[in-house]
């Protein structure tokens, strides 16, 4: 195991009705508030209203951003920071998903950053330096930007999609109330259960050896999402399905599997070129990816993993080993289509003559991967195995 820091500073408050602690915690951070959110969907479910009558009731002055979109923009991010500066915001309240979190993110540190906010993703995480307080309430299960330091923000003009990464990010707090996922639609909650499993194997699929209870507990978390997504998409209104993910989903990417081991991030950094060129659901080009990385990256040196994830994920019995593995992956795949994602590039809109580009764009920073690097070429092939 090597060395690392533990720090998972955010307030949790998690259950039904937690949404009554918001005026509480909001004492702590400031009067004058900046409310993100998306492109109405919070104003169906009456959450909108919830969240507005808290403020007057608390007499707090807020100013709303609206219209995140999915995949969220620098665009609009600039739209954020030039509000907080114009009306002197103390903090901001995001209420969403990983898109709203992760604009509401950006926005709290391009408040301190002195150029561009676009900058922050150019230069890197040693950019960040300070960052307005983030209050969150999560209406989707999927990224766990309600518990991390991570933003990734697409450029519209570019066509890049970047991340940064920091620990002043991290929400102060945040309220899951699985009851607020109950009417996200099903692909939606296909998509997030993908990008929880995803952020697992991320951090599971590693070189560094001896991380054993990081292991067991990613296998955990794994089992989870493979039980409780197929009960999401049949039951929508079930609590218990949806609170396990939402759960799951805080805890695949807070840090907690991650601290130890080094972890690998390549099959997001190819979906983050896709997602950049076309505005793919993040969840839908992951379930398209991973199973093509994993094939592509499976080999005698790297065998005893990918049995290690048959055995203990997917239970498959068997003395052939190649054979095992070769199942897990296969069962990877299978689960993915289950959940109703497309198995190609193609189905989603992608243009072979794309591929190259989308390579170039992924490596433009240097090769990827820990758990085994690639460069341009392993990622267009990948890409085009994808297709």
């Given at each position: 195991?090597?060395?690392?820091?533990?720090?998972v500073?955010?307030?949790?408050?998690f259950?039904?009705n937690?949404?009554?602690?918001?005026?509480?915690?909001l004492?702590?951070?400031g009067?004058r508030i900046?409310?993100?959110?998306?492109?109405?969907?919070?104003?169906?479910?009456?959450l909108?209203d919830?969240?507005?009558?808290i403020?007057?009731?608390?007499?707090v002055?807020?100013?709303?951003?609206?219209g995140?979109?999915?995949n969220?923009?620098?665009?609009?991010v600039?739209?954020?920071?030039?509000?907080?500066?114009?009306?002197?915001?103390e903090?901001?309240?995001?209420v969403?998903?990983?898109?709203?979190?992760?604009?509401?993110?950006t926005i709290?540190?391009?408040?301190y950053?002195?150029?561009d906010p676009?900058d922050?993703?150019?230069?890197?995480?040693s950019?960040?330096?300070?960052?307005l307080?983030?209050?969150?309430?999560?209406?989707?299960a999927?990224?766990?930007?309600?518990?991390?330091?991570?933003a990734?923000?697409?450029?519209?003009?570019?066509?890049?999609?970047?991340?940064i990464?920091h620990?002043?990010?991290?929400p102060?707090?945040s309220?899951l109330?699985?009851?607020?996922?109950?009417?996200?639609p099903?692909?939606?909650?296909a998509?997030g259960t993908i990008?929880?499993?995803?952020?697992?194997?991320?951090?599971y699929?590693?070189?560094t050896?001896?991380?054993?209870?990081?292991?067991?507990?990613?296998?955990?978390?794994?089992?989870?999402?493979?039980?409780?997504g197929p009960?999401?998409l049949a039951e929508?209104?079930?609590?218990e399905?949806?609170?396990q993910?939402m759960?799951?989903?805080?805890i695949?990417?807070?840090?907690?599997?991650g601290?130890?081991r080094?972890?690998?991030?390549a099959?997001?950094?190819?979906?983050?070129?896709l997602?950049?060129a076309y505005?793919?659901t993040?969840?839908?080009?992951?379930?398209?990816?991973?199973p093509?990385w994993?094939?592509?990256?499976?080999?005698e040196?790297?065998k005893?993993k990918?049995v290690?994830?048959?055995?203990?994920v997917?239970?498959?019995k068997?003395?052939?080993?190649m054979v095992?593995?070769k199942?897990?992956?296969e069962k990877?795949?299978?689960?993915f289509?289950?959940l109703g994602m497309p198995?190609t590039?193609?189905?989603?809109g992608?243009k072979q003559n794309?591929?190259?580009?989308?390579?170039e764009?992924?490596?433009?920073?240097?090769d990827?991967?820990?758990?085994?690097?690639?460069?341009?070429?392993d990622?267009?092939?990948i890409?085009?195995?994808?297709?």
């Amino acid at each position: 195991m090597l060395d690392f820091t533990y720090m998972v500073p955010t307030k949790i408050l998690f259950g039904r009705n937690t949404i009554e602690h918001l005026g509480e915690e909001l004492k702590q951070y400031g009067q004058r508030i900046l409310f993100v959110y998306g492109q109405g969907s919070i104003k169906k479910t009456g959450l909108y209203d919830s969240v507005t009558d808290i403020f007057i009731k608390n007499n707090v002055i807020f100013h709303e951003l609206s219209g995140v979109q999915p995949n969220p923009r620098i665009s609009l991010v600039r739209q954020g920071v030039s509000l907080c500066r114009e009306h002197d915001i103390e903090c901001i309240v995001a209420v969403g998903g990983g898109s709203v979190i992760d604009c509401a993110k950006t926005i709290a540190t391009g408040f301190y950053h002195d150029g561009d906010p676009w900058d922050l993703f150019l230069l890197g995480d040693s950019s960040v330096k300070k960052a307005l307080p983030i209050g969150t309430v999560l209406t989707v299960a999927g990224t766990g930007s309600e518990m991390n330091g991570n933003a990734v923000i697409s450029n519209e003009e570019t066509i890049e999609k970047l991340a940064i990464h920091h620990d002043v990010l991290r929400p102060r707090f945040s309220i899951l109330d699985p009851t607020y996922t109950f009417l996200v639609p099903q692909h939606q909650t296909a998509a997030g259960t993908i990008d929880i499993f995803s952020h697992i194997l991320e951090q599971y699929f590693s070189p560094t050896k001896d991380a054993f209870v990081q292991n067991r507990m990613a296998e955990s978390l794994l089992k989870t999402c493979i039980y409780y997504g197929p009960l999401a998409l049949a039951e929508p209104s079930n609590y218990e399905a949806r609170a396990q993910l939402m759960w799951t989903s805080s805890i695949a990417l807070n840090g907690l599997l991650g601290y130890g081991r080094v972890s690998d991030w390549a099959t997001h950094g190819i979906e983050h070129a896709l997602s950049a060129a076309y505005d793919v659901t993040h969840g839908v080009g992951l379930a398209i990816l991973t199973p093509c990385w994993m094939e592509y990256v499976f080999n005698e040196e790297t065998k005893d993993k990918f049995v290690e994830y048959a055995r203990n994920v997917w239970q498959i019995k068997g003395t052939d080993e190649m054979v095992v593995a070769k199942k897990g992956i296969e069962k990877t795949k299978e689960f993915f289509t289950t959940l109703g994602m497309p198995q190609t590039l193609r189905a989603v809109g992608v243009k072979q003559n794309a591929l190259a580009k989308m390579a170039e764009k992924t490596v433009m920073h240097g090769d990827i991967g820990k758990f085994k690097k690639l460069g341009k070429n392993d990622v267009l092939t990948i890409l085009q195995n994808a297709f």
